[in-house]
């Protein structure tokens, strides 16, 4: 009731206005030259977020399972503390590390790398980076839980068959553990495209991104049924990414079982 409800709620308004019920908003969102762009915006940086994200994450996952069993309760509290921490704190954290007069800037003009600041904040890069590290036990935490559910055995016998430690990752720790790795891009990608703080804080007003555009559409201008359409279509975008990663997940277990 709690998921559909309010689902309900946005499609009833989505097709309301002022001449009745119809798919003006809809059509409104296809056509207005601003709407899509934003949503392949949207989409392009919850791609590349969930990327970074699995880059970072998976060598993490990898030295919680190598690491011994006393060091990895402590581990996994490292992991697991940023998400005691609210999601704004950390934001303004990253501001404080990109800004102009902030650590990374600090840095290379003391070492002489630049002359002057380099703009850092209100760059997509720079946004994905930031996402990436606020997501990254989003993504963490399930790979760990595939990594461990792997029988050790097979890697020692990929080992002794003289497939190398990189023969074994790519051939055995990879496929072996690829649910996990798409549950936690199905989790960082739906997160990261809809951070609307992260994404307002370093994004600023230059990057515009469906969560900030519904808050536009919505609270600023009161358009509250083409809000509803951008959120109803946010929705069927994400979640058909999702099915599409879901699916190739499936199949690419399938094909590893055979």
């Given at each position: 009731?709690?998921?559909?409800?309010?689902?309900?709620m946005l499609l009833c308004a989505s097709v309301s206005g002022e001449s009745g019920f119809g798919l003006a908003n809809f059509q409104r969102f296809l056509t207005d030259g601003l709407s899509l762009p934003v949503l392949g915006r949207t989409l392009r940086l919850g791609v590349e977020t969930s990327a970074v994200?699995?880059?970072?994450?998976?060598?993490?996952a990898l030295l919680f399972v190598a690491a011994p069993p006393?060091?990895?309760?402590?581990?996994?509290?490292?992991?697991?503390?940023?998400?005691l921490t609210s999601a704004v704190v950390r934001t303004f954290a990253w501001v404080v590390i990109l800004g102009r007069q902030g650590l990374i800037n600090e840095t290379l003009l003391t070492l002489g790398?630049?002359?002057?600041?380099?703009?850092?904040l209100y760059t997509e890069p720079m946004l994905v980076v930031a996402l990436a590290q606020i997501e990254l036990p989003i993504i963490a935490l399930p790979i760990?839980?595939?990594?461990?559910?792997?029988?050790?055995?097979?890697?020692?016998?990929?080992?002794?068959?003289?497939?190398?430690?990189?023969?074994?990752?790519?051939?055995?720790t990879i496929p072996l553990s690829l649910h996990g790795i798409i549950a936690g891009l199905l989790l960082v990608f739906a997160a990261s495209c809809s951070a609307l703080v992260t994404q307002s804080i370093i994004g600023g007003g230059r990057l515009i991104f469906m969560p900030l555009y519904?808050?536009?559409?919505?609270?600023?201008?009161?358009?509250?049924?083409?809000a509803a359409a951008i959120s109803l279509v946010l929705l069927v975008a994400v979640l058909a990414v999702a099915a599409t990663l879901n699916a190739?997940?499936?199949?690419?277990?399938?094909r590893l079982h055979v």
């Open positions: 009731m709690f998921v559909g409800l309010p689902i309900v994200a699995l880059v970072l994450g998976y060598p993490l006393w060091l990895q309760k402590p581990f996994v509290l490292l992991i697991v503390l940023p998400l790398v630049t002359g002057a600041p380099v703009p850092l760990i839980s595939a990594l461990s559910a792997i029988d050790p055995r097979l890697h020692e016998a990929s080992l002794e068959l003289g497939g190398g430690k990189w023969g074994t990752l790519l051939n055995v519904i808050y536009q559409q919505g609270m600023q201008a009161q358009n509250w049924p083409f190739f997940g499936r199949l690419a277990t399938r």
